[in-house]
């Protein structure tokens, strides 16, 4: 079990631009890609990378396999308040 | 009672209003491994697949796969001969290679209804050249067992971050085996 700080803040988003520029800003952030693995939810298969810095973790879920309609990452956030209004700007 | 399933973002982002009220909150935790015929080689997409294509081939997602190379699979310790049908897209249930994976499943109660999210996350495949002892089929039954070079497909489990959500630590978590309904 993995327990926080409480200053830690939790947020997810759905973010309606392609993966590659959200991995990109949180790398940009000082995170590193710890895991990932393949989920399914929802009936759909998604690669959920795990990211870390310090105590804080960001988790990308990016749907996989063919879809024709625009895809959307979730990105869930636990992690400091400047961590999510940085992410948050991608809205 | 009413049950309520969500998505991750919908499930995180109602977590959070109730933490951002300073309602303390108990969240239940269930992990799981199966091996089912729930998720099995020819549904998953060829991204996945791919991690297989040494040792099989298909035309495309959800249909007949075969062996392109005699292969031992470690996890349910089953042979499988050069262009062996290792799933039938007719018979899915009973010919076929089922992946393990681990159920997750996080959910909470907040005045009488019960919030719930659920992910199905699929063990690694490997595939390593090893050395084994296989025990050649005669017809009078008696051999001895040979040391042969083959495939070797292993299923290793996902890293624990993948498994779980990291929260706040005013959000108490509560590991369950299941929930019973009442």
Sequence with gaps: MIMKPDKLKM????????????????TQLGFTEVASAI?????????????????????????IGDADYL????????GKQKTVKALRKME | MPIYECNENQFIENLRKIIDTNFKIIVKRSIKLHDDTKHNISR?????????NRIM???????????????????????YTDDFKVHSARYSRMITLSIPYFKVEYSFDIWGETYVYNFDALLNPGVKLETRKIKPVTLNGKSKNKSVLLHVLSFTP????????????SVLIFDVNQKIKS
Excluded: M
Excluded at chain 1, 11 to 26: D, M, T
Excluded at chain 1, 44 to 49: D, E, L, M, S, T
Excluded at chain 2, 57 to 71: G, L, T
């Design chain 1, 11 to 26: 947020k997810s988003l759905s973010l309606y631009i392609p993966v590659e520029s959200v991995v990109k800003e949180i």
């Design chain 1, 71 to 78: 895809r959307d990452p979730i990105v869930t956030i636990c």
């Design chain 2, 158 to 169: 996902p890293r624990r971050e993948t498994l779980q959500i990291v929260l706040p630590q």
């Design chain 2, 57 to 79: 081939r298909r035309s495309k997602q959800r249909a007949n796969v075969y062996s392109v190379k005699p292969f031992y699979d470690e996890f349910h310790k089953r042979f």
């Design chain 1, 39 to 63: 989920v399914i939810t929802d009936a759909k298969f998604w690669i959920k990378r795990v990211f870390k810095k310090n105590h804080e973790y960001i988790t990308v879920s990016d749907e």
């Design chain 2, 44 to 52: 998953i997409p060829d991204f996945e697949f791919n991690k297989y």
